[in-house]
């Protein structure tokens, strides 16, 4: 394991409730640090998981499969479900597909479901558009690669690397297909945040969202300005609120 992408948990002794984040496809651990903090310095646990194939070698992220990583988070569950009262996921991107899926788990202790630009529909946009929006995050004025966008990123930047990606890629379409599936069987509350800037997930994610969810309690927040894995200032601020009042509003379970 490269243990700069460990997994890190956040203790709150005081508490019996606990808030489990879930890394997409090839990112980290590292990108909930600072929402964690946020969620730690409020009163919660909060712990942050790393996925099977991530953060390790091309070779074992290419033999990942979306069956390793549900499987992997449902053994998470099990496991802090022994400690805690009360349990939420937070998944961005793919870690909320899996966090819908979890929905679903025979784990009568998750009480909610916030999903931060989960792909139920994906964006096709023109190179050009492309361009313009990842060039807002990837250069600024010197034209330096903006290292808080890549610095996400668990799996080693090599030339072979999209190579290595193919087979994992093919898994997050079927995760994508058996979650799309499973939303009418979710009886847990539900929130989400989209961006419209979003370059990889489609605001049409939405719609899919509130039709197959239409029996659970079902909130969102589009945001401006955000791309898939980079957040304003601002509007790391509005998702940090969102969540606090998420997991402040459920009812006890």
Same mark, same amino acid.
């Given at each position: 394991?490269?243990?700069?992408?460990?997994?890190?948990?956040?203790?709150? %002794?005081?508490?019996?409730?606990?808030?489990?984040?879930?890394? +997409? $496809?090839?990112? *980290?651990?590292?990108?909930?640090?600072?929402?964690?903090?946020?969620?730690?310095?409020?009163?919660?646990?909060?712990?942050?998981?790393?996925?099977?194939?991530?953060?390790?070698?091309?070779?074992?992220? *290419? /033999? @990942?499969?979306?069956?390793?990583?549900?499987?992997?988070?449902? /053994?998470?569950?099990? !496991?802090? @479900?022994?400690?805690?009262?009360?349990?939420?996921?937070?998944?961005?991107?793919?870690? #909320?597909?899996?966090?819908?899926?979890? #929905?679903?788990?025979?784990?009568?202790?998750? /009480?909610?479901?916030?999903?931060?630009?989960?792909?139920?529909?994906?964006?096709?946009?023109?190179?050009?558009?492309?361009?313009?929006?990842?060039?807002?995050?990837?250069?600024?004025?010197?034209?330096?690669?903006?290292?808080?966008?890549?610095?996400? @990123?668990?799996?080693?930047?090599?030339?072979?690397?999209? $190579?290595?990606?193919?087979?994992?890629?093919?898994?997050?379409?079927?995760?994508? @297909?058996?979650?799309?599936?499973?939303?009418?069987?979710?009886?847990?509350?539900?929130?989400?945040?989209?961006?419209?800037?979003?370059?990889?997930?489609?605001? %049409? *994610?939405?719609?899919?969202?509130?039709? +197959?969810?239409?029996?659970?309690?079902?909130?969102?927040?589009?945001?401006? =300005?955000?791309?898939?894995?980079?957040?304003?200032?601002?509007?790391?601020?509005?998702?940090?609120?969102?969540?606090?009042?998420?997991? !402040?509003?459920?009812? =006890?379970?």
């Amino acid at each position: 394991m490269n243990y700069k992408h460990a997994p890190r948990f956040l203790e709150n %002794k005081d508490s019996r409730e606990v808030i489990v984040f879930i890394h +997409g $496809f090839m990112g *980290s651990p590292r990108q909930f640090d600072r929402i964690a903090e946020v969620a730690h310095k409020n009163g919660y646990n909060a712990q942050i998981i790393l996925l099977p194939g991530h953060g390790s070698t091309l070779k074992e992220f *290419s /033999s @990942s499969t979306y069956r390793m990583w549900r499987s992997h988070l449902y /053994s998470e569950l099990d !496991r802090l @479900s022994e400690s805690f009262d009360k349990i939420w996921l937070v998944g961005h991107s793919m870690g #909320g597909l899996l966090a819908l899926c979890a #929905g679903r788990y025979p784990c009568k202790k998750i /009480s909610g479901i916030f999903l931060i630009a989960c792909p139920m529909e994906l964006t096709f946009l023109s190179k050009e558009d492309i361009r313009i929006r990842l060039a807002q995050v990837f250069l600024d004025e010197d034209h330096y690669v903006n290292k808080e966008y890549i610095g996400k @990123s668990s799996i080693p930047r090599t030339h072979s690397m999209p $190579f290595h990606a193919l087979a994992p890629m093919v898994e997050v379409r079927k995760l994508m @297909s058996v979650t799309k599936a499973l939303l009418p069987k979710v009886r847990i509350p539900v929130e989400a945040i989209y961006s419209v800037s979003d370059e990889l997930v489609s605001i %049409k *994610s939405l719609k899919r969202l509130k039709s +197959g969810l239409s029996h659970v309690p079902f909130k969102y927040t589009v945001l401006i =300005d955000s791309l898939h894995a980079y957040f304003t200032d601002e509007e790391k601020k509005i998702i940090d609120d969102a969540l606090l009042k998420f997991v !402040r509003s459920l009812p =006890d379970t």
